[in-house]
């Protein structure tokens, strides 16, 4: 490696470990403040307020990954530029992706370092996180399982069972809901096609009520709608939205080929691949980054103080953008590939575009 190549990356490994460390303190600093109050109300020692946010790090540094990556290289350009090296370098005629080579380079050893961390490391360590704040402090333990797209769920007194197709709406689909005596006989089961809650009463529409009687027989009443109160409300059930978080790479891919209803294949999918286009989301936001810093500074004259506030909205800009085709790729409305990567593809292209400019 030339002697450029590693002072340039040097310098991405030095900015990138500084935003990391400045990055994540503010981020569990205010987080610490959001959550030590109910550590507190749950009577939790310090040592386990303690051992959450430590775990809680390779989580932070993740959600960061984009953001760490494009102003590391912004920064370690931005200097070189500030310091007049850059005009130095081209007037000795290097080109410009010479020189940019080594930032790249930084970028992708990033990149590889995150999804080296999201298959072996993560998973461990959100799994102990979620255990403490949704277990630990906040009381809620999973009251059952999801399985073929339906959930199964064991409350006080009897075993729910349904389809949830919009976790947006309190509407349940094939809603059952069954009792059993101390001998694991089944002593009333009421099942509908349709259940809503309507504060204070769950409302079942089509479907029958079956009941056993005191000699054992079966008594069967159909019904277009009935109102019961039964022991859990939704809020009681706790659904682990989180943890596909909690998986690996490997492991959100082979969900894929576990879903048997279309709807939650293509859930799986849209998890899969967007996992995948966000650890890679840095450097296309990178090789944007790099030429909006050289035109502010050839406009304006001030090259970070322009391009690191630019550089910061482009990349919540990507992120509102990604998580509303991940959105849409999740119920369906788009196709999952496409939404997962139509935004890294198109920052590239205009990145690589405008270097282009640049270098001629």
């Not at 009577?43 to 303690?50: E, Q, T, Y």
């Not at 961390?117 to 277990?135: M, S």
């Not at 920052?347 to 405008?354: D, M, S, T």
Request: contains cysteine.
């Amino acid at each position: 490696m030339q002697l450029l190549d590693r002072y340039l990356l040097a310098q991405f490994i030095r900015h990138f470990l500084t935003l990391n460390i400045a990055f994540t303190s503010l981020y569990l600093l205010i987080d610490f403040f959001e959550k030590f109050d109910e550590f507190s109300e749950a009577g939790k020692p310090m040592s386990l307020v303690i051992s959450f946010f430590m775990l809680n790090l390779p989580y932070v540094v993740d959600q960061l990954n984009p953001v760490l990556i494009l102003l590391s290289g912004v920064i370690t350009f931005g200097v070189l530029n500030n310091n007049n090296e850059l005009l130095a370098l081209k007037a000795a005629g290097i080109p410009l992706r010479k020189i940019i080579r080594p930032i790249l380079i930084g970028s992708v050893i990033a990149t590889a370092i995150f999804i080296i961390t999201a298959q072996l490391l993560l998973p461990k360590t959100i799994a102990v996180t979620n255990d403490i704040w949704f277990e630990q402090v906040r009381g809620k333990v999973p009251l059952g399982i999801f399985r073929n797209g339906r959930y199964y769920f064991k409350g006080n007194e009897g075993f729910y069972s349904f389809q949830w197709p919009n976790k947006e709406k309190i509407i349940f689909r094939d809603f059952s809901y069954s009792t059993w005596d101390e001998n694991y006989n089944i002593k009333s089961l009421a099942s509908a096609e349709f259940a809503n809650w309507v504060p204070p009463m769950w409302v079942l529409k089509t479907g029958q009520i079956i009941e056993r009687d005191e000699t054992g027989s079966f008594i069967s009443k159909p019904f277009k709608v009935f109102t019961q109160r039964f022991p859990e409300t939704p809020d009681d059930f706790l659904v682990p939205e989180y943890e596909s978080a909690e998986k690996s790479l490997t492991g959100l891919f082979s969900d894929i080929s576990k879903q048997d209803l279309a709807i939650e294949k293509t859930r799986a999918r849209a998890e899969f691949y967007g996992r995948i286009s966000y650890l890679l989301l840095g450097i296309p936001l990178l090789l944007l980054g790099l030429p909006i810093l050289i035109i502010s500074y050839q406009k304006w004259g001030r090259d970070l103080s322009i391009a690191i506030p630019v550089s910061c909205f482009m990349a919540f800009f990507a992120w509102g953008i990604w998580g509303t085709l991940q959105s849409l790729a999740k119920a369906g409305t788009l196709w999952p590939i496409p939404a997962a990567f139509s935004v890294n593809i198109l920052f590239a292209f205009i990145g690589i575009y405008l270097l282009q400019k640049q270098d001629n």
